[in-house]
């Protein structure tokens, strides 16, 4: 599986089973090794950004449609 496979299989909240070499380069950065850390952020990066974007466009459309429906609400009340 290359990354962009995994970013799909991230992004889509599939079943993702971690390679050999994942479960390697997870242990090696669990102890200590910043080679192997170095190596899973160059490999996820693209996918967590991606994912944290995700979220925040949702809650700001959330933030921006909550504003927007309590403005509109004073305005009337106000202006019968």
Not at 58 to 69: E, G, K, N, P
Request: a positive charge; hydrophobic letters at 40%; charged letters at 20%.
């Amino acid at each position: 599986m290359n990354s962009a496979e995994r970013c799909l299989a991230i992004s889509s909240d599939t079943n993702y089973e971690a390679t050999a070499r994942d479960e390697d380069l997870l242990l090696a950065a669990r102890s200590g090794s910043h080679a192997a850390f170095a190596e899973l952020q160059k490999i996820y990066s693209p996918c967590v950004f991606k994912r944290i974007l995700s979220i925040c466009k949702r809650a700001m459309t959330r933030l921006l449609y909550t504003t927007i429906v309590c403005s509109c609400r004073l305005t009337f009340a106000r202006n019968p």
